[in-house]
């Protein structure tokens, strides 16, 4: 008798795990989806306010520095999107913000090195 309550708590639980683990599953298959059709939005927007040589620099880029890339992008896109900068972006252009945001970002990593008061 008691092995047959035993065995049905046993199943309870795995049912009840087993469901967990669904819901689980379809929740990363939602955000996965979200992820892919924003990303698919991102690039058919860089598509359109970029030359494809521009977008090529940024692939390259891309492979040494994605968080950079990723900030980028989102900072062109608004740019692009408030008017702030000519549409389509040439690499020239971008070769000259890849400039300014690399001189900035170095000077932030210097200014971290930098111990006071020591």
Do not use: C, W
Request: charged fraction near 40%.
């Amino acid at each position: 008798m008691s092995e047959d309550v035993y065995d049905e708590e046993l199943e309870a639980i795995k049912r009840k795990r087993l469901l967990e683990y669904q819901r689980l599953l379809e929740r990363v298959q939602r955000e996965e989806e979200q992820r892919r059709i924003y990303e698919m939005r991102k690039e058919a927007i860089l598509r359109h306010i970029l030359t494809p040589k521009a977008r090529q620099r940024l692939t390259n880029l891309k492979l040494v520095r994605p968080e950079l890339v990723e900030q980028l992008e989102g900072q062109l896109i608004q740019l692009a999107s408030s008017g702030r900068i000519q549409v389509p972006i040439s690499d020239e252009v971008l070769k000259e913000i890849l400039k300014n945001v690399m001189a900035r970002s170095r000077r932030e990593i210097k200014l971290k090195g930098v111990r006071f008061g020591v």
